[in-house]
């Protein structure tokens, strides 16, 4: 069972997203795709290499755990698998395709919404499940992540004939949230992140034609997306929240040299949405990627109030270039000219890819993990 959290909110070592599932694993998450494997042999598979991997986790001294959601097909599981309310035949659309092509945009998959069906209700509360059995094998503090209210209105279709308006939808999520969250702190868990890919629709010039395009005003829905963020949040006592901004997990291989190259579905710097982003949101940590020239520099930290911790995502998991302990203190002083050093924190810019076929392999994630360590413990000790 997991021993006491320390001061989870001033970590300088975080993780985000998913982590790449052995091999292995992977073989195994195939088959029962195609129903080679049972579904009850693959989850005794699955548990033990999540025992494998909260265990290496802990021995390279990572300060929170996670289960590197690999109990999930996909990070949006956490509401999508645990409401009932909706159409889970999502309808094709322009981001069914994605571009074999490396170091571009791949299509959005905003217009490929699910219908709602009826009024959302909370049927099985999957990061609660996720949390107990992570935390039987743990040592260290546990981590999970829920999906922003951002994201689920964005993923969500309802005309008018469940909901009056997106408003009374919109509380709907925020009631059901909250309902996961209670029962995840009363379960013991301290640090819930907040996935929010939605937050970079508000800077990509394609994303704000597709909101216009639908009658949406942009301005008023990114102040909806943070009233909502932090009524989700408001009042757990003694739970740090992340939230993470991102710009999609997406990857190909470059045909010049066969080696996994990064996608992305948004472009855009932080600077137009910072001050108001980053000074409205009450999350105690702020999980910014900044891998890649998309992300701007660093001059919007200047943003981020002192009661918060920005954690810079400079380590890339879309390349299986390492990068060099020296070259990320350099750009974590670079930071530190707009944010003092002890607001900001390290880690990797997104999740390493869990069961997708394009993903650096677990070995190469494990050695950027121990590089993100190395200059965190040279820069703020142990």
């Not at 009631?175 to 301290?190: N, Q």
């Not at 932080?270 to 999350?283: C, G, K, N, P, V």
């Not at 890819?353 to 392999?361: L, S, T, V």
Request: proline share 5%; aromatic share 8%.
């Amino acid at each position: 069972m997991a021993r006491g959290n320390g001061n989870l909110k001033k970590l300088r070592v975080d993780q985000v997203g998913a982590l790449r599932a052995p091999a292995s694993l992977r073989q195994l998450f195939e088959k029962q795709g195609k129903g080679d494997v049972s579904e009850e042999a693959f989850i005794v598979a699955r548990e033990q290499a999540i025992a494998g991997i909260i265990r290496k986790q802990e021995e390279i001294g990572i300060p929170v755990v996670t289960d590197g959601e690999l109990r999930r097909r996909n990070f949006q599981d956490s509401f999508n698998a645990a409401v009932h309310g909706f159409s889970r035949q999502r309808p094709k659309g322009p981001g069914e395709n994605v571009s074999a092509q490396p170091w571009i945009r791949t299509q959005s998959a905003g217009p490929r919404r699910w219908p709602v069906s009826e009024k959302l209700s909370l049927q099985h509360n999957v990061p609660l499940e996720e949390f107990r059995l992570s935390a039987a094998v743990a040592s260290n503090p546990v981590k999970v992540t829920l999906l922003s209210a951002d994201r689920i209105a964005d993923q969500f279709d309802d005309t008018g004939t469940v909901y009056r308006d997106v408003e009374e939808f919109v509380a709907d999520v925020i009631a059901i949230e909250r309902a996961m969250i209670s029962e995840l702190v009363a379960a013991g868990c301290r640090y819930v992140q907040i996935d929010a890919p939605g937050y970079t629709s508000y800077v990509d010039d394609v994303s704000l034609e597709e909101m216009r395009s639908r009658g949406e005003d942009p301005e008023k829905r990114l102040a909806r997306s943070i009233a909502a963020d932090n009524a989700v949040i408001d009042g757990f006592e003694g739970v740090v929240f992340g939230l993470h901004v991102c710009r999609g997990g997406a990857r190909t291989l470059d045909p010049a040299t066969g080696k996994v190259a990064p996608q992305w579905h948004r472009e855009g710097y932080y600077d137009a949405i910072a001050e108001q982003l980053f000074s409205e949101l009450r999350h105690d940590r702020l999980l910014l990627e900044y891998d890649s020239e998309r992300a701007g520099g660093f001059a919007p930290l200047r943003f981020v109030p002192k009661d918060k911790v920005a954690v810079l995502g400079l380590v890339t998991t879309k390349s299986p270039d390492i990068e060099s302990s020296d070259a990320l203190r350099r750009r974590i002083d670079e930071a530190a000219r707009y944010l003092p050093i002890e607001y900001l924190a390290l880690s990797p810019q997104c999740g390493f890819g869990g069961y997708r076929k394009i993903a650096i392999e677990d070995d190469l994630q494990w050695r950027k993990f121990e590089v993100i360590l190395e200059t965190a413990h040279a820069i703020w000790g142990s």
